[in-house]
């Protein structure tokens, strides 16, 4: 609790105890091609694109594979030179199925691709660079996965007056942050020009925890110059880096003498995102791979790796040293990671990254207790919801009472509340299947008005 | 290609836990009382280990009656056996302190619904219900501190059977409490003594320094929410302060307010659990200062000589009044993601 000065933006939160900081995590190593690449044509969070391409098809690296039809589809791109095996349905989780391209990547590719056109950001017009943005195919790198020139073009509708760069490192144990603060700082300098470029904004906030202060401020003076970001540096909670309490938490504040903002004036764009950008619009590059973080006791070699898209989860996780029998392993890091059932799926565009937990690492969770109403997750809870007695609810059925009174459709499931609950009440765990069972009642009168 | 044949876990997230576990807390909550527990038995002898050791048995024997027996390694009945001992006359009679402890547990907790739902503290029910059914053996059952015989005696009251009449009173040993003392008109126990808890009492209420170091422990450790008992004793000090301005005859200074009867043991170890306290900080405010009202109140203008019994029922019995007014409101829409 703060006794005196400003309100925090948001009361809730944890803080996480300090994952200790290695050497390496601030390096980028890069994936071999795996033989088999699997690319779903739905990537990320929008409609699938188009595939260009058919089974049998010679491809060579960042040839376009499919194409966006479609306001949220993003054109995708392919990750290896090499022949195009087949192209098959699967069952995809939101769409019922989607169409899967197979692609047998070329023995000894070297990974090095001369790309296209270079877009210069003080050279290319707005629209320009938003164009080359879009056919790039790229999405958002901080766990949203959207498109990112559509988020540009609701940005621009929208008139933002304030560009947040978003630098906090959304899960605990995962370091792109520092990596790409240190290996991609030229990218992350032109990645903010391109799009200070395509909002027409010239304000520009970075926003660090504590333990990357160091680092971006090192970027910043060793910048050659231009219009630099302010920067916010932040003691570290968790989760703060969520983009609308960062939000939140900037706009409050004057940042090095420039006014306050109201929230709804910026748009946030993770670190990551920016990077990439900047990366694939001076080297004329499609979003081929990504940066991830591989983490976990599971691994022998964990760290970051820029990985090609469609490297299936287990091949990279051997790549880094996989000890036999992991425990789990965890698409996403261990605050809000999901448990993975096989781990032959695809890393697809906007992954962050995968943590392999070896056995005996987290001590088994103890049954759950009934909850002695301590307050601890209400406290936690970054949206002031009412976590305790959402579970109160969630056991007696009751989903209407959950949604209308106590706003369980907010709840973005960050897990502070689990985190903090003595009674170890799988609380997120409860809210899933509660959000789950409420949209199938809302769904069923609409079926049945149908029918 | 992967072999297929690896057994992955699927656990729900997050993978992390803080480590904050119930049974800790419990724990933590023991020893926080141990100095007074040491301290008691010193001061009174074998008739308060006996009271401690008695309740203990009684709340564990009924826990194991309602509850499936894992729910002994919660350490919960442990605690509320040790702090309904603490809370007793010293020279109680056994028998009462039994059924006390096992009303405590087999009403005060699983009639309510187990851990976690009592709406009054288990540990009140079971003093209220020894209070109500008992009143003179519990205004009587008062040891005065350091007496010779005490470690090796028990006193007569404490072995009395069921039922029968009365015993003697303890060789007339029999204290008065420093807050009966002061109804009586009596300038009450030296200030010292009301503190450091050589003066006639509860089993463990008398050191109201050694419950104090028991709560900075639990504050310390993070088991309470300190505001509770800050909020409490704030409200009773300056209160109490008040009223010894106002007229310094009837009514004692402000420490010998806050050193005297339950009060430590009341605000750092009772209205602090979180079953029968409100879930929002907000709300921990509010309660602490609405029991430390009523402990003033209840003992100035009541003729009860103890307030803090019934000001902690009363300020339980708000707490889900407290709770829906202080029920968190979200953060406006978009604030997340
Ligand atoms: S998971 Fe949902 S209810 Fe729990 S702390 Fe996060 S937002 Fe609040
Ligand atoms: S943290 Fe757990 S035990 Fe405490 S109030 Fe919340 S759900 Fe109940």
Same mark, same amino acid.
């Given at each position: 609790?703060?006794?005196?000065?400003?309100?925090?933006?948001?009361?809730?939160?944890?803080?996480?105890?300090?994952?200790?900081?290695?050497?390496?995590?601030?390096?980028?190593?890069?994936?071999?091609?795996?033989?088999?690449?699997?690319?779903?044509?739905?990537?990320?969070?929008?409609?699938?694109?188009?595939?260009?391409?058919?089974?049998?098809?010679?491809?060579?690296?960042?040839?376009?594979?499919?194409?966006?039809?479609?306001?949220?589809?993003?054109?995708?791109?392919?990750?290896?030179?090499?022949?195009?095996?087949?192209?098959?349905?699967?069952?995809?989780?939101?769409?019922?199925?989607?169409?899967?391209?197979?692609?047998?990547?070329?023995?000894?590719?070297?990974?090095?691709?001369?790309?296209?056109?270079?877009?210069?950001?003080?050279?290319?017009?707005?629209?320009?660079?938003?164009?080359?943005?879009?056919?790039?195919?790229?999405?958002?790198?901080?766990?949203?996965?959207?498109?990112?020139?559509?988020?540009?073009?609701?940005?621009?509708?929208?008139?933002?007056?304030?560009?947040?760069?978003?630098?906090?490192?959304?899960?605990?144990?995962?370091?792109?942050?520092?990596?790409?603060?240190?290996?991609?700082?030229?990218?992350?300098?032109?990645?903010?020009?391109?799009?200070?470029?395509?909002?027409?904004?010239?304000?520009?906030?970075?926003?660090?925890?504590?333990?990357?202060?160091?680092?971006?401020?090192?970027?910043?003076?060793?910048?050659?110059?231009?219009?630099?970001?302010?920067?916010?540096?932040?003691?570290?909670?968790?989760?703060? =880096?969520?983009?609308?309490?960062?939000? /939140?938490? !900037? +706009? &409050? %504040?004057?940042?090095? $003498?420039?006014?306050?903002? #109201?929230? @709804?004036?910026?748009?946030?764009?993770?670190?990551?995102?920016?990077?990439?950008?900047?990366?694939?619009?001076?080297?004329?590059?499609?979003?081929?791979?990504?940066?991830?973080?591989?983490?976990?006791?599971?691994?022998?070699?964990?760290?970051?790796?820029?990985?090609?898209?469609?490297?299936?989860?287990?091949?990279?996780?051997?790549?880094? =040293?996989?000890?036999?029998?992991?425990? /789990?392993? !965890? +698409? &996403? %890091?261990?605050?809000? $990671?999901?448990?993975?059932? #096989?781990? @032959?799926?695809?890393?697809?565009?906007?992954?962050?990254?995968?943590?392999?937990?070896?056995?005996?690492?987290?001590?088994?969770?103890?049954?759950?207790?009934?909850?002695?109403?301590?307050?601890?997750?209400?406290?936690?809870?970054?949206?002031?919801?009412?976590?305790?007695?959402?579970?109160?609810?969630?056991?007696?059925?009751?989903?209407?009472?959950?949604?209308?009174?106590?706003?369980?459709?907010?709840?973005?499931?960050?897990?502070?509340?689990?985190?903090?609950?003595?009674?170890?009440?799988?609380?997120?765990?409860?809210?899933?299947?509660?959000?789950?069972?409420?949209?199938?009642?809302?769904?069923?009168?609409?079926?049945?008005?149908?029918? | 290609?992967?072999?297929?044949?690896?057994?992955?876990?699927?656990?729900?997230?997050?993978?992390?836990?803080?480590?904050?576990?119930?049974?800790?807390?419990?724990?933590?909550?023991?020893?926080?009382?141990?100095?007074?527990?040491?301290?008691?038995?010193?001061?009174?002898?074998?008739?308060?280990?006996?009271?401690?050791?008695?309740?203990?048995?009684?709340?564990?024997?009924?826990?194991?009656?309602?509850?499936?027996?894992?729910?002994?390694?919660?350490?919960?009945?442990?605690?509320?056996?040790?702090?309904?001992?603490?809370?007793?006359?010293?020279?109680?009679?056994?028998?009462?302190?039994?059924?006390?402890?096992?009303?405590?547990?087999?009403?005060?907790?699983?009639?309510?619904?187990?851990?976690?739902?009592?709406?009054?503290?288990?540990?009140?029910?079971?003093?209220?219900?020894?209070?109500?059914?008992?009143?003179?053996?519990?205004?009587?059952?008062?040891?005065?501190?350091?007496?010779?015989?005490?470690?090796?005696?028990?006193?007569?009251?404490?072995?009395?059977?069921?039922?029968?009449?009365?015993?003697?009173?303890?060789?007339?040993?029999?204290?008065?409490?420093?807050?009966?003392?002061?109804?009586?008109?009596?300038?009450?126990?030296?200030?010292?003594?009301?503190?450091?808890?050589?003066?006639?009492?509860?089993?463990?209420?008398?050191?109201?320094?050694?419950?104090?170091?028991?709560?900075?422990?639990?504050?310390?450790?993070?088991?309470?929410?300190?505001?509770?008992?800050?909020?409490?004793?704030?409200?009773?000090?300056?209160?109490?302060?008040?009223?010894?301005?106002?007229?310094?005859?009837?009514?004692?200074?402000?420490?010998?307010?806050?050193?005297?009867?339950?009060?430590?043991?009341?605000?750092?170890?009772?209205?602090?659990?979180?079953?029968?306290?409100?879930?929002?900080?907000?709300?921990?405010?509010?309660?602490?200062?609405?029991?430390?009202?009523?402990?003033?109140?209840?003992?100035?203008?009541?003729?009860?000589?103890?307030?803090?019994?019934?000001?902690?029922?009363?300020?339980?019995?708000?707490?889900?009044?407290?709770?829906?007014?202080?029920?968190?409101?979200?953060?406006?829409?978009?604030?997340?993601?």
């Amino acid at each position: 609790m703060r006794v005196f000065g400003r309100r925090p933006a948001f009361s809730g939160g944890i803080r996480l105890p300090a994952h200790q900081r290695r050497e390496a995590e601030a390096t980028i190593r890069q994936l071999p091609f795996a033989p088999r690449l699997l690319l779903p044509l739905r990537q990320h969070a929008g409609a699938a694109s188009t595939a260009v391409v058919r089974a049998g098809d010679e491809v060579f690296r960042g040839q376009l594979l499919a194409r966006a039809d479609n306001d949220s589809a993003v054109p995708l791109h392919a990750p290896a030179t090499g022949h195009v095996l087949r192209i098959t349905e699967q069952p995809d989780a939101l769409a019922g199925t989607v169409q899967v391209i197979e692609l047998a990547a070329l023995a000894g590719d070297t990974q090095e691709y001369t790309g296209g056109e270079s877009h210069d950001p003080d050279r290319c017009s707005a629209d320009e660079l938003l164009a080359a943005i879009h056919e790039a195919g790229i999405v958002g790198l901080g766990g949203e996965a959207g498109s990112t020139h559509r988020r540009l073009v609701h940005a621009r509708e929208r008139a933002v007056r304030v560009l947040v760069i978003n630098g906090i490192e959304g899960e605990p144990g995962f370091s792109r942050v520092p990596a790409m603060l240190a290996r991609h700082g030229a990218d992350v300098l032109a990645g903010l020009r391109c799009l200070r470029k395509v909002l027409g904004v010239e304000r520009a906030v970075l926003a660090v925890e504590t333990p990357d202060g160091a680092a971006a401020r090192n970027l910043l003076e060793a910048a050659p110059g231009g219009t630099l970001p302010a920067l916010r540096v932040l003691p570290p909670r968790y989760p703060q =880096g969520a983009a609308g309490l960062l939000v /939140r938490t !900037l +706009a &409050g %504040g004057a940042v090095d $003498g420039h006014p306050a903002f #109201a929230a @709804d004036e910026a748009v946030v764009f993770s670190l990551a995102t920016v990077a990439e950008v900047g990366r694939m619009l001076s080297g004329g590059l499609a979003m081929t791979d990504q940066v991830i973080t591989l983490a976990g006791e599971g691994l022998r070699e964990p760290g970051n790796y820029r990985v090609p898209l469609g490297t299936p989860v287990g091949f990279a996780l051997e790549q880094a =040293g996989m000890r036999p029998e992991p425990d /789990r392993v !965890l +698409a &996403g %890091g261990p605050m809000r $990671g999901q448990a993975l059932a #096989a781990l @032959d799926r695809p890393i697809v565009k906007g992954a962050t990254g995968f943590v392999a937990v070896a056995a005996g690492e987290t001590a088994d969770v103890p049954a759950s207790m009934p909850c002695i109403r301590c307050g601890e997750c209400v406290a936690a809870c970054p949206l002031e919801l009412h976590p305790a007695e959402l579970g109160f609810l969630a056991r007696r059925d009751e989903w209407q009472a959950m949604v209308e009174d106590f706003h369980l459709d907010r709840c973005f499931e960050c897990g502070c509340c689990a985190y903090v609950c003595p009674s170890h009440i799988p609380l997120v765990q409860m809210f899933r299947t509660a959000k789950a069972q409420w949209r199938r009642a809302q769904a069923r009168p609409a079926v049945e008005a149908a029918t | 290609m992967m072999p297929a044949s690896r057994r992955l876990r699927l656990v729900a997230a997050p993978h992390l836990h803080g480590g904050r576990a119930v049974p800790r807390l419990m724990l933590h909550s023991v020893i926080a009382l141990l100095p007074v527990t040491v301290f008691a038995v010193v001061v009174f002898g074998l008739a308060a280990l006996a009271t401690i050791v008695v309740a203990i048995l009684a709340c564990l024997l009924a826990e194991r009656a309602f509850a499936p027996p894992s729910a002994l390694g919660d350490g919960s009945a442990m605690l509320t056996g040790l702090l309904l001992g603490l809370s007793l006359p010293p020279a109680l009679p056994l028998w009462m302190v039994a059924l006390g402890g096992f009303l405590a547990i087999g009403v005060g907790k699983h009639l309510f619904g187990g851990l976690g739902a009592p709406v009054f503290h288990p540990v009140l029910v079971g003093r209220v219900f020894l209070q109500a059914a008992f009143p003179a053996a519990m205004a009587q059952a008062w040891v005065a501190p350091l007496t010779g015989a005490r470690a090796t005696e028990l006193p007569a009251t404490s072995l009395a059977l069921p039922f029968m009449s009365p015993a003697a009173p303890y060789d007339g040993l029999s204290g008065a409490t420093p807050l009966t003392a002061v109804k009586a008109g009596d300038t009450g126990a030296p200030l010292a003594d009301l503190w450091l808890g050589t003066v006639a009492g509860s089993v463990g209420e008398t050191s109201a320094l050694l419950l104090l170091l028991g709560g900075i422990y639990l504050v310390a450790m993070r088991v309470i929410d300190w505001r509770i008992p800050v909020a409490l004793l704030a409200t009773v000090a300056v209160l109490g302060a008040a009223l010894h301005g106002l007229d310094a005859e009837r009514h004692p200074a402000m420490l010998t307010t806050l050193g005297s009867g339950g009060l430590m043991l009341g605000a750092w170890f009772l209205a602090s659990d979180p079953s029968v306290s409100p879930m929002t900080r907000r709300g921990a405010w509010i309660y602490g200062l609405a029991i430390g009202a009523l402990v003033v109140v209840i003992r100035q203008y009541s003729g009860q000589a103890e307030g803090v019994m019934y000001a902690l029922l009363l300020g339980s019995a708000l707490t889900p009044h407290i709770d829906r007014w202080t029920r968190p409101q979200p953060l406006p829409e978009g604030a997340e993601r």
